[in-house]
């Protein structure tokens, strides 16, 4: 038998549209604690979570959102931040060494645990009757958010979720079958027939249907190098978040 937690991880999808219903503050401590309840490295839980609801400061970040409506209409923003400003004031109040973390493992570290908060967060909501949906563009606009947000040296955006109830109820995003995903022992490479393989309900799935024609492009393959995720879009992006993480003292 599937139990709770396993059918709301099984039956995920993002949510777009929310109500105007609030979520109450009970119900938000809730998803904050069981983000902090998570896995993280030596235990040093080496992130921060910045919680947005004020609409106007949503409406100042929102910009850096590339003004996506769920970046305004969700009645709250989780932005997870990798954070070692905190362990390292913790370590000179201590009178420990206090430049041990400023290089790309220590990030590294901090990225890690961030990420398993954020979905902490994101399975904890959705349990509890909460739509989710991941902007991934926090990323691409580190720099920004990090002024907005008034984020110290040693921390860096990495995760940005919108929550609240859902005002729309999307079929669920098609998935590459677990034989595309899993290897057992060792990675095993792919060649050409499984690539067909392992792709071919996604490629005639309805929703890539559409993208083709919204798109006119022949495959999906090249809706996302071509149209969502170019390579000079890539390469712009990947220079800001390298110069971000620079200033922030993580490559020194």
């Known amino acids: 038998m599937i139990n709770?937690?396993?059918?709301t991880i099984l039956h995920h999808r993002s949510i777009r549209k929310f109500t105007v219903e609030d979520i109450?503050?009970?119900?938000?401590?809730?998803?904050?604690?069981a983000a902090c309840?998570?896995?993280?490295?030596?235990?040093?839980?080496?992130?921060?979570?910045?919680?947005i609801k004020d609409k106007e400061r949503m409406k100042l970040m929102a910009p850096f959102h590339f003004n996506q409506p769920i970046a305004t209409n969700a009645p709250v923003i989780l932005t997870f931040v990798a954070?070692?400003?905190?362990?390292?004031?913790?370590?000179?109040?201590?009178?420990a060494v206090t430049d041990a973390y400023s290089n790309l493992q220590s990030y590294h570290w901090a990225v890690i645990d961030a990420i398993i908060a954020a979905q902490n967060a994101c399975v904890a909501a959705e349990s509890m009757g909460l739509g989710i949906c991941w902007l991934g563009t926090i990323t691409y606009n580190a720099d920004k958010f990090v002024e907005?947000?008034?984020?110290?040296?040693h921390t860096v955006p990495v995760a940005c979720i919108a929550l609240g109830f859902p005002d729309e109820n999307p079929e669920?995003?098609?998935?590459?079958?677990?034989?595309?995903?899993?290897?057992?022992?060792t990675y095993n490479?792919?060649?050409?027939?499984?690539?067909?393989?392992?792709?071919?309900e996604k490629e005639v799935h309805e929703n890539t249907?559409?993208?083709?024609?919204?798109?006119?492009?022949?495959?999906?393959?090249?809706?996302?190098?071509?149209?969502?995720?170019?390579?000079?879009?890539?390469?712009?992006?990947a220079k800001v978040l390298q110069k971000i993480i620079e200033e922030q003292g993580f490559l020194e």
């Not at 109450?24 to 604690?33: A, F, R, V």
């Not at 995003?173 to 899993?182: I, R």
């Not at 490479?189 to 071919?200: F, G, H, P, R, T």
């Not at 996302?224 to 170019?230: G, P, Q």
Request: with cysteine; glycine share 2%; net charge negative.
């Open 189 to 200: 490479d792919y060649i050409k027939e499984s690539i067909d393989w392992l792709y071919a």
């Open 209 to 237: 249907k559409r993208l083709l024609i919204e798109n006119n492009l022949p495959n999906l393959a090249q809706i996302f190098t071509e149209r969502r995720y170019t390579k000079t879009d890539n390469e712009h992006f």
């Open 148 to 153: 907005v947000l008034q984020l110290p040296k």
């Open 37 to 51: 309840n998570g896995s993280t490295m030596g235990n040093m839980q080496l992130y921060s979570i910045v919680v």
């Open 4 to 7: 709770t937690t396993l059918k």
């Open 24 to 33: 109450d503050e009970q119900t938000l401590d809730l998803i904050l604690k």
């Open 83 to 95: 954070d070692l400003h905190r362990f390292n004031k913790y370590c000179e109040y201590r009178g």
């Open 172 to 185: 669920l995003t098609d998935k590459l079958p677990l034989e595309a995903l899993v290897h057992y022992e």
